[in-house]
Every structure is written in structure tokens, then in C-alpha cells.
């Protein structure tokens, strides 16, 4: 008798596995800013990240279903990313996150600093 593997899945990890990590969540919140953004202009928004990062993270995102990436066939080769729906259905809680953020960022002991994003 041959057992089906069964796959469980908790609501929680499955959305932080999409948007978790030090970039995915900023990925998309600023995809929904500008609508649509070069891999440059991404790059020159993300301060601090490598090249090799936003290009695995930015993969992960596509391959999740989360971004769309559009290729252009020219020289110099130009590519586009942008939200998918399933994406933008995650911008309110995001924003709602950072919302949250905002308001605990300010009993931080000392002088800290908030960055808009």
C-alpha cells in the first residue's frame, strides 16, 4: 500500500517565507511606490545591498509569484520588475507592519533614527 505524502503548511511561515528576509518586504513595498523599476533603480534604492543579492533575491520573488520580470530585447538589454496581484493584495498588511513599526521605533531608547521607506 502506497502512503501520499501529506504537506502542512502554517499560514504564518508560508507568508514570511514570501515577504520575510532583510529585502523581499522593502522589494515590494517600493515596486508599489513606483509601480515599475529597473534592476538599477532598485539597486540604487536598497542602500547597502550587493549585486548578487538583489539579483537571488529578486529570483526568489519571481519564482514565487510575487514579481513579474519583464525582458526587453535590446542593447543594452533592459529588464522591468513589477507586482504581480497576488503581490498587491500584500501591500495593505505591509503597510500595516510598518505602520506598527513606526509606532514602536520611537520608544526605542536613545536617539533612533527612522529612515522613510
Known amino acids: 500500500m502506497k502512503t501520499e505524502e501529506v504537506k502542512a ?3 504564518v511561515d508560508f507568508v514570511f517565507q514570501r515577504i520575510g528576509g532583510k529585502y523581499r518586504g522593502r522589494i515590494l513595498w517600493y515596486l ?5 523599476l529597473r534592476y538599477g533603480e532598485l539597486k540604487r534604492l536598497l542602500k547597502g545591498i550587493t ?5 537571488q533575491t529578486l529570483r ?3 519564482q514565487d509569484g510575487m514579481v513579474n520580470r519583464k525582458v ?3 542593447v543594452p538589454p533592459k529588464v522591468e520588475y513589477s507586482l504581480t496581484p ?3 493584495e500584500l501591500i495593505p498588511l505591509i503597510n500595516g507592519l510598518r505602520e506598527w513599526a513606526d509606532r514602536r521605533i520611537i ?3 536613545g536617539d533612533p533614527q527612522k529612515i522613510d521607506c
Open 9 to 11: 503548511y502554517c499560514a
Open 32 to 36: 508599489n511606490a513606483h509601480q515599475v
Open 51 to 55: 549585486t548578487k543579492m538583489l539579483t
Open 60 to 62: 526568489e520573488l519571481e
Open 72 to 74: 526587453y530585447l535590446e
Open 86 to 88: 497576488e503581490s498587491m
Open 107 to 109: 520608544e526605542l531608547p
